[in-house]
């Protein structure tokens, strides 16, 4: 397995981040070859001494033009800049329209004089093009691309490599001390995080020492300090080498969850690790220890590993490639882990040999230990448990509503998963500001019965529509084929402005739809398709769902018969899809999940006081978990997810192995409050030291280049002290008086296993 795992790469996708069967995805894969594509680069050349409009800046202009184009995956009919013939200035003459384009194709940069750049700078004035090809301070001017995911063999692009080609044949060739390129587009952004993904590996290498170091402080033992990490190492092999038999790569937003599922196993590693060492200083040998060990984690571990399996599974309920791949990673690790945690482990232990000193100084650190626990355990008081209890409904009440409106979705500009100091936001600041079109943007489509260009009611249905919506917050600008109508008709009248109007003669309107016809993005030819394009401020999510209600507004209070509005193309349209699935999918998930706990539990343990007691802590620390994302800005997306899903399976093993001790001393005969007393006792130090190691661990990723990973460490690490607090405290309160409310007319018997 390790044979194939290293020839495991990092593997990204725009389609696969798409949701299968969305209304949005299934307009833009109908018409993406009519409108703007979404997955478009974006590169320009920016003075960074005076103005672009001089002869070396208008060449390197036309060097980077031609370093795109010939760009592999580039559509070349598709690329625009001041330099391509599809780039012309439409004027009204004595003969009529002209349109010529903003340089003529006969014009070498060579040839630049000062009358020929007065020229062409004259010519981007009247073509409007100042905004859109060349910014509003004249200083830097754009190249726009379209970029096919599959090239003509078939083949798709990767991105990591596709990244460092654009940094290799467009940056580090043309940036110099005279100007600066500056690239954006999904290729470029995906490819910045693939890089910074690169990283991951360093950080978890830093986890992996310190768990290492504070194993060995917690049982002082080297073997033992070895062994719950080579067993988790070894499940991460399996799981890596199962992924490239599957055919599958390592997508960078899901680069952490392998490292995750490798906490995980450490977490069940040292609880084993504890058992062990409680047996070793009972005075058993290495292997009754390693027995006991196996037998009395056998119930919690499967619980928690089968939690967590079905915790990840329940991703594959999303419709988007890349979860639905990310499920199958996690799945898998945590498969692997049931094999090299709950049997390799103890069984490897059971090699070891250890001697009655290392013996007694693990029950004296035992005791020593304990002491401070035995404080704790005093929670199991009727009168403490009451306070805790009323403590922990008024911490829920205030996370319920603290995190009631919660983003899902993105919360900042540029690439969220990015810094914002990093080059692309950076890039993306800078060509926002100096634009107007904006990077952003969603295209509604107007369908129509083919053979509709002489109906002037779609026209005017489209222009009623751009008014009610250009002035929403957060439009930028609006383009559209009913603008285009307007221009049109205003330039065939002479430029008289009374005529920038819909013109309502239907062979007026056929003949200037022949006419935009020819611009690519607005049109199909027999006017059964139509286009706007709404240019946004920014792809925050509050944004691009304060645009999608405002269409969806005047959809329904505005129809026309044979007319339908869809909506999405752009690459917003792409995002709100993938957010409105992430919102649907994110409470049947958690449902799920939670039905899963209930009835493992249930069968488990046939008592819905264990039910409740796992349960309702797990659910204090979820919202708690979703109120801290909303304090640190965090939104709900396909990369965050799968960590609160990841939380819940982690969390709930701590109550697994504290309530099944609870469990078999209750079945001895003990009363609730001692052996609620025994179990913290028993398992309560490792169960600390676990959450705080893991955390520590985690928390190391908060200096990462990538900014989702640094979110992501600051959650998890927060999550997993939440849901350990939760199960020292909490689940101890609840258990006392479901035990007092609710009292057992039958004597507790062990749960399976530990009946013999």
Known sequence: MAYFAVQLRMEAGFEKQLPIGHEYITTFQKYRNDVLGANRLNVVVKSRHGTIWTAPGLKRLFDVTQAVTYLPGIDRLGVQSLWTPNSFVNEITEEGFRADPVIAGTITPEQLTPELIADIQRSTNQGGFVGTLVSRDQTSAMIIAELSEVDKDGNKIDYVQYNHLLEQQLRKKFEDKDFEIQIIGFAKQIGDIADGAQSVLQFCVVALLLTALAVYWYCRSVRFTLLPIVCSLTSLVWQFGALKLLGFGLDPLGVLVPFLVFAIGVSHGVQQINFIMRELSHGKTTEQAARASFTGLLIPGVLALVTAFVSFITLILIPIPMVRELAITASLGVFFKITTNLAMLPIAASYFTFTKEYAQKAMQQREKRSNWLRALARVAEPRNALVVILITAGVFGLAA?????RVIGTLQ????????????????????????????????IFEAPPGSCENVAIGTYQDKFVWALQHTPGVLS??????????????????????????????????LSTEIGRVRGFMTKDCSMTAVHLFLADHKATTINRVIAAVKQFRQANVLPGVTIRLASGNAGALAAVNEEVEHSELPMMLYVYAAIVILVAVVYRDFRAVLACCLPLTVGTFIGYWFMKVEGIGLTVATLPVMVLAVGIG???????????????????????????????????????????????????????????????????MFMINMVMAMTALPAFAVWLERLFPRRKPVQAPGILAH
């Open 652 to 718: 709930v093993d701590y109550a697994f192995y504290i309530y099944n001790r609870l469990q078999l001393h209750l079945s001895q005969g003990l009363d609730i409050v001692k052996a609620i007393e025994h179990s913290i006792l028993e398992v309560g130090t490792a169960t600390i030291f676990t959450a705080i190691t893991l955390a520590i661990g985690v928390a190391t990723w908060a200096f990462s280049d990538l900014k989702f990973q640094a979110d992501m460490g600051k959650l998890l690490a927060f």
């Open 413 to 444: 500009p540029g690439a969220p998963e990015l810094r914002p100091e990093a080059r692309f936001n950076q890039d993306a600041v800078a060509i926002s500001t100096g634009y107007d079109t904006g990077l952003d943007w969603l295209t509604v």
């Open 478 to 511: 609006v383009s559209s084929y009913a603008g285009q109508l307007r221009g049109y008709n205003e330039g065939y009248n002479e430029g008289n402005p009374k005529m920038a109007v819909v013109p309502i003669d239907p062979a007026n309107y056929a003949s």
């Open 401 to 405: 509503w603290e995190s009631r409106d």
